[in-house]
């Protein structure tokens, strides 16, 4: 089993930055993939951005040049930084952890709100 713990959200203006964090804890060495999704109200949840352990990544067109995301293998910690935030973006932020099976596991979701 693996445990996902976000922090980081918040209130953030139109144009500003926010870094959110995932602490993996568990069975450490069955996590492949880990990334971040976003649901916003009355949508479906959806990719933002995924990094393998080798430390490839992919984006959700949406986010392509404003978000990085990057993983710190000996903490265990996922990151998302989010520059240049639109209202848009606003959502509540999970991480998530896909294990060399493939079995799936989430957090318990961040709020991340882009708002003047």
């Known amino acids: 089993q693996v445990q996902l713990v976000e922090s980081g959200g918040g209130l953030v203006q139109p144009g500003g930055s926010l870094r959110v964090s995932c602490v993996a804890s568990?069975?450490?060495?069955?996590?492949?993939?880990m990334g971040w999704y976003r649901q916003a109200p009355g949508k479906q949840r959806e990719l933002v951005a995924t990094?393998?352990?080798?430390?490839?990544?992919n984006y959700a067109d949406s986010v392509k040049g404003r978000f990085t995301i990057s993983r710190d293998n000996v903490k265990n910690t996922v990151y998302l930084q989010m520059n240049s935030l639109k209202p848009e973006d606003t959502a509540v932020y999970y991480c998530?952890?896909?294990?060399?099976?493939?079995?799936?596991?989430w957090g318990q979701g961040t709020q991340v709100t882009v708002s003047s």
């Open positions: 990094i393998i352990r080798v430390g490839s990544t």
């Open positions: 568990g069975s450490i060495l069955s996590i492949n993939a």
């Open positions: 998530h952890a896909q294990s060399w099976s493939r079995a799936d596991y």
